[in-house]
């Protein structure tokens, strides 16, 4: 399975590829297998380049796309570091340089990144980060892309993200519970970019906070989303049983990150 591949939103309809386009950086919960990362994506629109997450080992990825000082703004859905460890190499990229760029934008609900931020010594990234505080229900403009988030449960505060730009539809949960929520953020998405840590059964002490592939199917049906990918399955799951749990819920597109 690829860590990290490239998709453009498509608009079946008019039988056109609209101008959103999404690389998976990384997908792996909780931890990178091997060769791997953790949860990282990178979202573009009329030359503007959005990051969404950076979890463990997705910054070489990213380099991979872009150079540190090319990335316009970067949103952090939760606090966990398998979705934000790496904005510290990012931020020290673009401040280790001899031409510094503008501060980054980045938007995060209150105290989100602060762990990361506070890894380095004080005033060594002063200047590399412009941080916008959100909550859940804001409304914004990042760039060309019109926001709404959604606070969505998990065991810390957690930002869904619905982004549009012209008629395409792309949401994110980050990691969240089973919740009607999630349906109606992604109500009629061209791709639903849904959490399924586990293929089926979520183990009791975890069942209000993250969500399986088959809920994830669940929710794609419920917000009559074009498409669906899975994402941040626990190390080792079979890519193929989670498709085909999500499956037996959804009958659109489905893929795995």
Known sequence: MECWYSQRV??????????????????????????QACSGYLVEHDDFRLVVDLGYATMPRLLERVT????????????????CADLSPLLRARALRDDPPAPLPVYALPGAVDAVLAL????????????????????????????????????????????????SVLVYT???GPTPEVAELARHADLLVAEATYVDQVPENSRRYLSSARHA?????????????LTHLWPGTNPSAARAAAGEEYDGNTGVA
């Open 68 to 83: 540190a000082d090319r990335v316009d703004a970067v949103f952090i859905s939760h606090g966990h570091p398998d979705h």
């Open 10 to 35: 498509l608009n079946e309809q008019a039988g056109r590829v609209l101008v959103m386009r999404l690389t998976v950086l990384g997908a792996c919960g909780a931890w990178p297998e091997a060769g």
């Open 217 to 229: 199917g669940q929710q794609a049906a419920q917000a009559d989303a074009s498409r669906l990918l």
């Open 174 to 176: 980050g990691d969240s």
């Open 120 to 167: 380095d010594r004080p005033g060594m990234l002063a200047g590399a980060c412009a941080l916008h505080e959100i909550s859940g229900g804001s409304r914004l403009g990042i760039g060309p892309f019109r926001a709404e988030t959604r606070l969505l449960p998990h065991w810390v505060p957690n930002a869904g993200l619905r982004l549009s730009a012209g008629s």
